[in-house]
C-alpha cells in the first residue's frame, strides 16, 4: 500500500505538476477555470527545458536534501500513527 501511494504521489506532484509549472512559466497558460477546469500543456522550447530541469530538482534534489523524494515523505507523513 505505501509503495503504491509513494508511486501515485510522484507521479501526480513529479511529473504532472512539474508539467503544469513549466507550462504555466514558459507560455502562461496550464489552468482555467472561467469556462469549468481546463488544462492546457506547452511545452516547447523553454517548457520543455524548464520540465527536465524541474524534473531532475524534484527527484534527484529532494533524494539528496531528504533522503526520499517528496512522494515518500508525503506517504509517511499521512501514514504515521499518532501515539
Known amino acids: 500500500m505505501r509503495t503504491i501511494l509513494i508511486w501515485v504521489f510522484n ?11 513549466a507550462s504555466q512559466i514558459s507560455s502562461g497558460k496550464s489552468v482555467s477555470f472561467e469556462n469549468g ?3 492546457s500543456l506547452s511545452l516547447y522550447n523553454l517548457g ?3 520540465y527536465l ?3 531532475i530538482a524534484y ?5 539528496k536534501l531528504w533522503g526520499k523524494t517528496i512522494g515518500a515523505l508525503l ?9
Not at 507521479?11 to 509549472?21: E, N
Open 11 to 21: 507521479f501526480l506532484l513529479g511529473v504532472i505538476g512539474m508539467a503544469l509549472l
Open 37 to 39: 477546469i481546463q488544462f
Open 48 to 50: 520543455l527545458i524548464l
Open 53 to 55: 530541469i524541474f524534473i
Open 59 to 63: 527527484f534527484w534534489g529532494a533524494k
Open 75 to 83: 506517504t509517511e507523513k499521512i501514514l504515521s500513527k499518532k501515539k
